[in-house]
């Protein structure tokens, strides 16, 4: 208790660092479970300042782990206002309140902060709401899905129903009328989140996709020009990111997508083929369909090779970025060689330095290649990519996977930290992805048990 006593007066004693503006704050609020308000730990509070709010920090504080120098983000505020016990937390990046959201939305923080709390001689049962958001900061669209979370709630006791509501908020929020086309509903799905920009990534590749069902399945091809149909299609592909045979076949030909008649794509590419051997969009259709195997390794060099002799006047020179990327996963799957597929992604970054796709690949790739590295390729596409973007949950995961397979105890706070952003971005992932897989889950999940063994030990 002693030690406890002297650390409580050094993090009395220091004040609050200068660094970065206030980026937004929330006052969390610590009550007696059985009695009234606050009356038992507004008093212990008053006896005990120093060592109360050193409790509080140890539970909600967070230090980035490659810059242990640098303040806490979020840092509980010096002022507390005996009101039950109300103390400040204050963020000041975006990073700071998600990690503070994600440690809040479940028990963690609760049990956490009941364990120092207990530490320090306070043994009654507590329970915590949160109320004052102040997140002027918070991008609009996120502002709005989570207005319900700013009023004042219990952080661990909400109800079932409330539950399973919190989950919905990526739902569709209203009625669209759109335009008749395969893509409708899937378009439909995401008009409530159209300023975001996946949502508009994926808008336009339903729109490209469209127009070559139009086009391609048009009596006549009059009117257009040779190969736009097969150019949609590719637009839209790249668009999306389906780069395997798994994933491009499927919005090819399966019903709840394009539901192409396969004879007649095949005719059509066949067709132009004829008339111009070296049409490349043709070729690149042809080869993305083809199951993984040297053939398609084969076909695909076949079309790069073309695209880069024509230049920058070909009309899928803009894709070789694509390109490359489905010559790296074929590659890799075909040879086992993580080499011979970041020599691919590699390539593909040369056109297209921050291409979301790539760095994702790339990432993969890694980590069969050097953990270190993988982890710093995985945060590199983290930095990168907007925080609505499909793969950032998959890649929080692994993560916390990744440092699990350095030192779990060593790298508990990062571990937890990558673990709960990885869920919370999973559950308010937009409606048109699935969650992540549980192949890529439980390792993280793995890791994080392990972590919370240590945390109920200390």
């Not at 030690?3 to 050094?10: K, L, M, P, S, T």
């Not at 700013?150 to 661990?156: F, K, L, P, W």
């Not at 972590?451 to 200390?458: D, K, N």
Request: aromatic share 8%.
């Amino acid at each position: 208790m002693a030690d406890q006593i002297e650390q409580a007066g050094q993090a009395v004693a220091q004040p609050v660092l200068e660094m970065v503006a206030e980026w937004g704050r929330v006052y969390l609020r610590i009550t007696d479970v059985w009695l009234a308000r606050g009356v038992a730990i507004g008093a212990f509070y008053l006896a005990n300042r120093a060592l109360t709010m050193l409790a509080v920090r140890r539970a909600v504080e967070r230090r980035d782990p490659d810059n242990p120098d640098q303040p806490a983000d979020p840092q509980v505020g010096l002022e507390a206002e005996v009101d039950s016990l109300l103390v400040p937390v204050i963020f000041y990046s975006q990073l700071g309140y998600e990690y503070f959201a994600s440690i809040s939305n479940g028990p963690f923080l609760k049990s956490c902060l009941q364990r120092e709390m207990e530490k320090i001689g306070y043994e009654r049962k507590i329970k915590l709401s949160l109320t004052r958001w102040n997140l002027p900061n918070l991008p609009e669209d996120r502002a709005v899905q989570e207005e319900k979370a700013r009023e004042e709630g219990s952080v661990t006791d909400t109800p079932e129903e409330e539950k399973e509501e919190a989950m919905e908020v990526t739902k569709p929020l209203l009625h669209v009328e759109l335009q008749d086309g395969p893509l409708k509903e899937l378009t439909a799905n995401l008009q409530p989140y159209k300023d975001l920009p996946t949502a508009q990534r994926f808008f336009k590749a339903y729109s490209c996709l469209e127009k070559a069902v139009v086009i391609l399945n048009s009596a006549s091809s009059s009117g257009y020009k040779e190969g736009e149909g097969v150019e949609h299609l590719l637009e839209g592909l790249m668009l999306m990111e389906c780069v395997g045979p798994d994933a491009v076949n499927p919005v090819l030909y399966d019903r709840s997508w394009l539901h192409l008649d396969k004879t007649h794509l095949d005719n059509h590419v066949f067709a132009q083929l004829q008339a111009n051997p070296n049409s490349t969009p043709c070729l690149l259709i042809q080869a993305l369909q083809l199951p993984h195997g040297h053939t398609r390794i084969d076909a695909i060099n076949h079309v790069i090779d073309i695209v880069l002799q024509h230049g920058d006047t070909d009309p899928i020179y803009k894709h070789l970025t694509y390109m490359y990327c489905a010559l790296g996963i074929t590659t890799l799957a075909v040879t086992k060689q993580a080499g011979l597929a970041l020599s691919a992604y590699a390539s593909a970054l040369m056109y297209k330095p921050d291409d979301m796709l790539t760095l994702q690949l790339t990432a993969l790739c890694s980590v069969s290649v050097s953990v270190s590295q993988a982890i710093r390729q995985f945060r590199h596409f983290l930095a990168k990519a907007p925080s609505c973007h499909e793969a950032v949950p998959w890649a929080l995961y692994h993560l916390a996977s990744l440092y699990s397979q350095q030192d779990t105890y060593v790298h508990r706070d990062t571990i937890l930290h990558y673990y709960n952003m990885a869920q919370e971005a999973d559950t308010n992932r937009l409606p048109a992805f699935k969650q992540v897989q549980s192949e890529h889950t439980e390792p993280a999940s793995k890791g994080y048990k392990q972590v919370m063994v240590y945390v109920q030990a200390s």
